[in-house]
DNA sequence: TTGTACGCGTTATCAA
DNA sequence: TTGATAACGCGTACAA
C-alpha cells in the first residue's frame, strides 16, 4: 500500500505535485514532472486509500442500499427474484457513476439510520419503508434519499419516489378478466399496506366501474410464513370455487398458487383463472404461462439509483417518478364470453 | 454529526478520556465522569467517523462479496435466484458479525481488486471465479479470501472454499435415473469448466459405473443468451427424442426446458425425465415439480461468510469444506422398470 | 511551477 | 485517573 508521501519521497518532490497529477490537475504541473510522475505511478500500482480521502473531504462516494424487511417476511424477501433484480439495476448504475454500494438488510429503521450516519453515506435508497419509518428518517438524515415503491405519506414529503401506477396496474388487469366475462373476481394478497394497498384500489376500482360489488370475503389473505403456508394454501384453494378468477397481489403469490391448485387438480385456467403482478421468471417459466401486469424492476432499481445520483449533482428531481406497466397476456385466464352461453 | 473533539470541549475533558468510554475501557476512567460522559453521549446521539476509526487503525470493517460475472451470462446472474440467496446468507452473517459488506458486481478481475484496495476491505468473498483469476488475486492481496464454488487449482492453493461435493450431487442423481430403468441420459450445461465441470464427471462417472458409455453427443450444450435462447431450446427440443432423460446442470436450466417442452406437447416425465441441481424455487413451484439435487444456498452463504470471520479472528480453518447435497424426489422422472416390458 | 503546513476524526502512546 | 500529542493518508490554501 504505498502512500502519496511515500511516492513524493522517491520521486523528490512534493505531495501537492503528486497529488495534483493525480486529479489530472496537469495545468499546475509542468509537462516533464507530469510524464516522471505518472511513469511512477503506473508503476507501483498507486491505489488511493479511501478512508483518508474521505477523511478530508467529507464525503464517502458510497451509496447504501437498505432493504427493510418485513419480520414476517425476511426469508422470503432475498430469495424473491424481485429483490435480486432490483439491487442487480442499483449496483450496475451506482458502480458505473464511481460510487460504491454498501448493502444493508435489516427490520430496524434505527439500526439502518447508525449504519448509514457512521458511513457518512452520500446518498440513500430505500426499499420497504413503511409510513413511521419515513418521519424517523427524515428527522436525522439531511442527504438525498430515493425510496421505491413507498406510499408512506410522511416520506413522500422529503423524498422522492420511484414506483409504478400500481392502481392503474391492477386496474387493467382487472378490467381484462371483466372484459374477459368473469363476474366473480377475488384480490390475494398478505396485507394491506403501501403497494399492496394501491393494487388492491385499483382492483375494487375495476369492479367498481363494471357495477361489480366488492364485499369483504373476495380479499383473500395469504399467510406466508413458512409454518403456515401451506395450511394456508389448503384453505385458499377451498374458497377458489367461489370465485372464476383471482388477482394475485404479486407473481410470487400467484405462481405458489398455481403449484397448489394443480396439486389438488383443479384447472387452471379451465376452472379458475389466476393473474399476478411483477411478470418475473417465475410466471414467465411456468405452465401454464401466468398471465400479469409487467414492470421493469431492473429499470426501477436504474431509475432510483440514477436520480439520486442527479440529486447528488445538484440537479432537482420529480418528487413521483412513476414507470410504466403493461398487461402480459399469456395463458391463466379463460374466456368466459363464449363459455357462457 | 458531533465528533469526539466537541463533545471533549463541551465536557471540559479530553479526547482520551472521551475515546475511553466510548470503548468501554472503563477501568481506566474515574466512575464519575464515566457516567458523566455516557449521560452526555445518549444526549447528543454520537456516531463514530468510520473513516476516521478506519485511518488510524488502517481496518475497515468491510467484508466484500464480489460476483465476477461472466460476460455472456450478465443478465442472468443478479435475476437467478441462486444469487439473492446466495447474498443474502452472506449479508446476515456479516452484518451480525458488526461487520459491512460491500456488493460488487463486475467481470473483470483487476477492477475488483481496485475497488477491494481502495477500500481496505478486511476480507474478500469471491464468487464466480475462474482459474486464471486464483492466480493474478493471489499475487496482490494478501488479506483473508474466501471462494464459493471454486474449481481454480491456482486458488485452491491460497484460499479457503466452500462448495460441494458437485461430483457426488451429480453422481447420485445421475444414478437414481439409471436405477429407474434410464439408460440414453444426456447432460444440459452452458459450459464445461468449475461447477460446471463436476457436475458433468459425476454424470460420467455414474454411467460408466453402470457400463453405459458416454459419447459426445450426450452433452447438450444450451446457449443463454437472450438472443440465443429461443432457438437454443429449439434445437435442444429436437433432440430430446434421441433420450429418455436429461441431467440439467442447474435448476433454470431444468425448468426452462420444462417450459420449452411443454410448449411443444412433449410430456414430462411421460416422454422424456428432466433432473435438476440446486432445488430452489422454480423447481419447487412448477409442475410438475422438479426432481433435484439439493443444496442449501443461504447456508453457503453463511458458511462462507462465517469462515471468512473466523479467518479475521486469527483461526485455522480448512482449506475445503464441502457442504452436503441430497435428492429431492418429486415429479419429473419416469420409472422405466416397469414400463419396459 | 512547486512546496509547506494544516485540517479532517479517531486511536494510541506516553507523560503528568 | 487524565491529558497532550503524534500518527493515519489525503487534499488544499497559501506561500515561495
Not at 399467510?223 to 372464476?244: A, G, M, N, W, Y
Request: charged fraction near 25%; hydrophobic fraction near 40%.
Amino acid at each position: 500500500m504505498i502512500t502519496i508521501k511515500e511516492i513524493a519521497k522517491q520521486l523528490n518532490m512534493s505531495t501537492t505535485t503528486v497529488s495534483n497529477v493525480i486529479h489530472g490537475k496537469t495545468g499546475e504541473v509542468s509537462d516533464d514532472t507530469l510524464k516522471k510522475v505518472q511513469d511512477f505511478l503506473a508503476k507501483v500500482d498507486y491505489v488511493p486509500n479511501i478512508n483518508a480521502r474521505n477523511l478530508a473531504q467529507n464525503k464517502s462516494k458510497i451509496i447504501g442500499l437498505a432493504l427493510k424487511a418485513r419480520a414476517d417476511k425476511y426469508d422470503n424477501l432475498i430469495m424473491d427474484p424481485f429483490v435480486s433484480e432490483l439491487i442487480g439495476g442499483v449496483e450496475e448504475t451506482i458502480r458505473n457513476a464511481g460510487y460504491f454500494m454498501m448493502l444493508y438488510i435489516s427490520s430496524d429503521t434505527v439500526e439502518i439510520m447508525r449504519h448509514v450516519s457512521t458511513w457518512n453515506v452520500d446518498g440513500l435508497i430505500l426499499f420497504g419503508m413503511l409510513d413511521d419509518d419515513g418521519i424517523r428518517v427524515s428527522e436525522k438524515y439531511k442527504k438525498p434519499i430515493v425510496c421505491i415503491d413507498t406510499y408512506s405519506i410522511e416520506g413522500l414529503k422529503h423524498f422522492t419516489n420511484v414506483g409504478l401506477n400500481d392502481e392503474q396496474g391492477s386496474y387493467d388487469i382487472t378490467n381484462y378478466l371483466i372484459k374477459m366475462g368473469h363476474k366473480k373476481i377475488a384480490f390475494l394478497s398478505d396485507n394491506t399496506n403501501g403497494v399492496d394497498l394501491a393494487r388492491l384500489n385499483g382492483y375494487k376500482m375495476a369492479l367498481s366501474d363494471a357495477k361489480i360489488s366488492f364485499r369483504q370475503s373476495n380479499f383473500i389473505k395469504i399467510r406466508p410464513r413458512e409454518e403456515e403456508i401451506q395450511e394456508s394454501l389448503r384453505e385458499i384453494c377451498e374458497k377458489v370455487k367461489d370465485f372464476t378468477a383471482i388477482v394475485c397481489v404479486s407473481d410470487l403469490y400467484a405462481v405458489t398458487l398455481l403449484a397448489a391448485l394443480a396439486d389438488r387438480g383443479i384447472n387452471v385456467p379451465d376452472d379458475i383463472s389466476i393473474v399476478g403482478f411483477d411478470d418475473n421468471m417465475l410466471g414467465k417459466l411456468h405452465r401454464p404461462a401466468l398471465t400479469t401486469v409487467h414492470q421493469d424492476i431492473k429499470t426501477k432499481g436504474i431509475t432510483a439509483a440514477s436520480t439520486l445520483l442527479k440529486q447528488l449533482a445538484g440537479e432537482k428531481t420529480p418528487n413521483q417518478i412513476q414507470l410504466p406497466t403493461h398487461l402480459v397476456l399469456r395463458d391463466t385466464v379463460k374466456d368466459l364470453r363464449s363459455a357462457a352461453k
